[in-house]
């Protein structure tokens, strides 16, 4: 016999279980009350399923139907085989079909919410952090939060003509694998490397600030560039601009120009892969003071939090297109969208927000040594 605790919130939907022993109890002529003592649950709540998913006579009893009328009295006193059939299967059946109907999303009743979401996706914001971010600023209102599939549905399922292409464009579009860059590479002449082995151990996790991921993307046919930079602890991002040529010299000189004025704590290190367009490193380690650090040959995941900065920047930069017709102000407009995205990790608070508090926190041993 089932004996739920009692609780004083909603309770569950009834249990494929109960729904047996609710079967039991008609079969036996029990009532109404009897059976819901039995399970824990209120007789209204034992009645209203018995009158939507009984069977009078091979008929559905749906509606308005009476256990106590059909069973107990319009057979007993007309001599009439009205008996009331219930069956646990056939109930719980029933149950899962109804609750697979198409019902109006929230999506669709809330205008505020609706105004909310497409806000965050013209912001180019993922479906999960326009999700955390209301749940962040919303926490005690339950009609201004949605589920980030709820969101997805509406764009994939429920998204008809225009509303749903101008929606998905908003979207990110994520890869199903990553290339290798093809050919062979040539590299210049340049200074001794420092491995990424040597990196000082507040290098190599997210608690010290000042520790940055650097790369290139590409355009068509690798001939333009735009210099990528992410600060580990928050992911603010800084991008180069280089419109002439993605050699030695212009990405050291864009890195000084870009690097050079920013606080002492936010000048530790750099992480770079083996391009040779980082040759002249030690340029850039005597105008700013930053030690920069080499990752292994072909092993982009030593640089996980640049690789995925790079995959948000497709979104405005795609492949195959020539990255030297972006102007700067332009590269710095992109640069602000990603440092005012809302991000996971920061429980959906911006990098610009997260990189603030470092500029403003105390000092500590750390940041001072």
């Known amino acids: ?13 009834l249990s494929f279980a109960e729904r047996e022993e609710i079967a039991v109890g008609v079969a036996a002529g029990e009532s109404i009350r009897s059976m819901a003592r039995r399970l824990g649950r209120s007789p209204s709540t034992v009645w209203r399923e018995i009158g939507k998913n009984g069977t009078k006579n091979h008929a559905h009893a749906a509606g308005r139907a009476r256990y106590r009328r059909i069973y107990r009295f319009g057979a ?5 085989v009205a008996v009331l059939h219930y069956r646990a ?8 079909r109804r609750a697979r109907r198409m019902r109006p999303g929230k999506l669709a009743t809330s205008v505020a919410l609706r105004a909310a979401v497409q806000d965050g996706l013209d912001q180019q914001h993922s479906p999960e952090q326009i999700t955390g971010w209301l749940r962040l600023n919303h926490p005690n209102c339950p009609e201004m939060q949605v589920s980030h599939e709820t969101i997805y549905k509406a764009l994939y399922v429920q998204g008809r003509g225009a509303l749903r292409r101008e929606l998905v464009s908003c979207l990110r579009t994520g890869r199903a694998l990553r290339k290798p860059r093809a050919g062979v590479e040539r590299r210049g002449q340049r200074d001794p490397l420092l491995n990424i082995s040597n990196r000082p151990p507040e290098a190599i996790d997210r608690a010290v600030p000042g520790n940055w991921e650097g790369d290139l993307i590409t355009g068509a046919a690798n001939g333009s560039a735009i210099g990528t930079l992410v600060e580990r602890r928050s992911g603010f991002v800084i991008l180069l601009h280089l419109p002439e040529d993605h050699t030695a010299e212009s990405v050291a000189t864009q890195a000084i120009t870009k690097m050079g004025d920013l606080p002492g704590i936010l000048r530790r290190t750099l992480t770079w892969d083996q391009g040779s367009e980082m040759a002249q490193h030690a340029r850039i380690t005597t105008a700013t003071g930053i030690r920069i650090y080499f990752c292994d040959p072909h092993s982009p995941w030593q640089r996980g939090t640049n690789e995925n900065t790079n995959g948000l920047l497709r979104q405005y930069f795609p492949k195959g297109t020539d990255l030297s017709v972006f102007p700067a102000d332009y590269l710095d407009h992109v640069a602000l969208k990603l440092n005012t995205r809302p991000r996971k990790r920061h429980g959906f608070r911006t990098p610009l927000h997260i990189l603030n508090d470092i500029l403003t926190e105390p000092p500590t041993v750390a940041s001072t040594a």
Do not use: D, F, K, L
């Open 89 to 96: 299967g056939v109930a719980h059946a029933r149950y899962e």
């Open 76 to 80: 007993r006193r007309s001599g009439a």
């Open 1 to 13: 016999m089932i004996t739920p605790p009692r609780t004083t919130g909603p309770r569950p939907r």
